[in-house]
């Protein structure tokens, strides 16, 4: 399998490169206040805004650096709640984008799903690390994309009706929610 790797303080990481929609060149994140700190905010990718995760802070708690090798990765929500889904006009949806934020994220490798195996430590508050494979440059971990996001992030990214409609149609409660 092909897989894009980048690297956070040294150690390196992989996407499964058919999990990929494009690779972006660094550009400027419109920040969102309340949100969590790895949501740096959101980018406009062919007129329509795609939240962007930074995945140096998720990881590490602290900012991706701007470097010439930083990459935006745009991916598709794949994780199972996101797929299928139906607004609530009973319409389907396409799939919901993300951007990664990725330092050193310039090359690709060839991996062999067998060659991952579990590292032999559980991680619960980063359920998208994913199993460890061994190469001659050391180990490589497997990002889960569809991990990434938890139900409650989900929903702040992906609010369903959106907010700004029901903002927009004065159909707020007083507790800022719809009715």
Known sequence: MLFLVFELDGERYAL???EIVRVLPLQPVRAFAGTPPYIAGVIDHEGAPVPVIDMAMLA??????????????????????????VSAAGESVPPRRIALLLECATRTQTLAP?????????TPEARWLGPVARDAHGFVQWVKVGQLLDERVRALLFPDP????DAASGNVSPTGRAP
């Open 162 to 165: 959106p907010t700004w409609r």
């Open 16 to 18: 499964d490169a058919r």
């Open 114 to 122: 067998e060659a991952f195996a579990e590292a032999g430590i559980a």
């Open 60 to 85: 590490l708690g602290r900012p991706a650096r701007m470097l010439m090798s930083t990459r935006l990765v745009l991916v598709d929500d794949n994780a199972p709640a996101a797929s299928n889904v």
